[in-house]
């Protein structure tokens, strides 16, 4: 796919533009008729091979190895340029939506909600223009808050039904290998270290493809909702998704 960068014309270079100035001046000021008057033939030689082997080292000089002018880079991108899909990245703690209220006396989207965050990136991934908000707001008004305990598992089969969407959960794991070889994405929830939680209660993630580490280990890319430094689609080792998920699901369209 094209980068969405254009090649631009370039102008002369530095050097050229030095050079035909330097040649210019020269045939204004006459100095050529003025060294053969009153210098002789061999110094007029002379002054010529030094005026050439300057402008030669002019004409070659690249602006672009200048220390002077800094190369700019692009800013980092949420997806993983090795998926062959991408799945936008939301954060719970984002501002545009982390202080928004999740329920149960005083938690929000950013403390509890990796649920809906992890439904919106799913949804958002299928086209539907979804927040982690407007997924906290269906989960309060359809039972699928539990205080104390997160998301609802069943929540997200009423959220794919309301979003006519096909759905199934609790897969094993040879099926959730096999939803991400088709481009699936998988919602999971697990505990443990990174990227699940070592807390009481399961945090919600999202597998979006597999792939092989640089020594040919199986690995899984992930969508984490929670950790705003983790600002990009994450890699970690397949044994370790596979040992640490409990629960699974699906929502997604034909």
């Given amino acids: 796919m094209p980068n969405g960068e254009e090649q631009q014309e370039q102008g002369p270079s530095i050097g050229q533009e030095v050079a035909s100035k330097v040649a210019k001046g020269l045939l204004k000021k006459a100095v050529l008729p003025q060294l053969l008057a009153g210098c002789g033939v061999s110094a007029v030689i002379l002054f010529i091979v030094l ?13 672009e190895e200048s220390p002077a002018t800094p190369q700019t880079t692009e800013p980092p991108t949420a997806y993983s340029e090795k998926c062959a899909i991408q799945v936008p990245l939301f954060k719970q703690s984002d501002p545009h939506w982390g202080n928004v209220s999740y ?54 089969k009423k959220l794919a039904e309301d979003y006519k969407m096909e759905f199934e959960q609790e897969l094993s794991w040879d099926k959730i290998l096999g939803y991400l070889n088709k481009g699936v994405p998988v919602i999971v929830s697990g505990q443990g270290p990174e990227p699940f939680t070592n807390t009481n209660s399961s945090h919600y993630v999202v597998l979006v493809c597999r792939g092989i580490d640089d020594n040919d280990n199986p690995i899984i890319y992930v969508n984490d909702p929670a950790r705003m430094h983790i600002d990009y689609t994450k890699a970690y080792p397949e044994k370790l998704i596979k040992d640490r998920y409990r629960s699974s699901r699906v929502l997604y369209k034909m």
């Fill in 103 to 156: 329920g149960c006396g005083g938690t929000t989207i950013s403390s509890s909600g990796c649920g809906p965050t992890s439904a919106a990136m799913v949804l958002s991934f299928y086209g539907f223009g979804v927040t982690p908000a407007d997924m906290a707001k269906h989960s309060l008004e359809n039972g699928g808050r539990v205080c104390g305990n997160g998301t609802s598992h069943a929540w997200f």
């Fill in 51 to 63: 005026i050439f082997v300057g402008v030669v080292a002019l004409v070659f000089i690249n602006p």
